[in-house]
């Protein structure tokens, strides 16, 4: 089993910057890739970045060059920065796991005020 708790959402204006944390615990030797997907009112769940145990890193077209992921193994963390943030990246953000099986965090609010 693994456990993902989520952090660092919140309120913020257009154009400015968020960092979302994913810390893991559990059988973690056992995660290959993590990721943060996003879901908005009314529409589905979105790949946003994933980031592999070799850190290859994959992003949504529509985050390219504004956002960031990365990992700290020692901390069991992953992280994702964002800047120049939109209206449009309003949403809750679920950080992702995949071992054998898939695991998602509980998700953290992001909201983005014009």
């Known amino acids: 089993q693994v456990q993902l708790v989520e952090s660092g959402g919140g309120l913020v204006q257009a154009g400015g910057s968020l960092r979302l944390s994913c810390a893991a615990s559990g059988t973690i030797f056992s995660i290959n890739t993590m990721g943060w997907y996003r879901q908005a009112p009314g529409k589905q769940r979105d790949l946003v970045a994933t980031?592999?145990?070799?850190?290859?890193?994959n992003y949504a077209d529509s985050v390219k060059g504004r956002f960031t992921i990365s990992r700290d193994n020692a901390k069991n963390t992953v992280y994702l920065q964002m800047n120049s943030l939109k209206p449009e990246d309003t949403a809750v953000y679920y950080c992702?796991?995949?071992?054998?099986?898939?695991?998602w965090g509980q998700g953290t609010q992001v909201t983005v005020s014009a």
């Open positions: 980031i592999t145990s070799g850190e290859r890193t």
């Open positions: 992702n796991a995949q071992a054998i099986y898939t695991y």
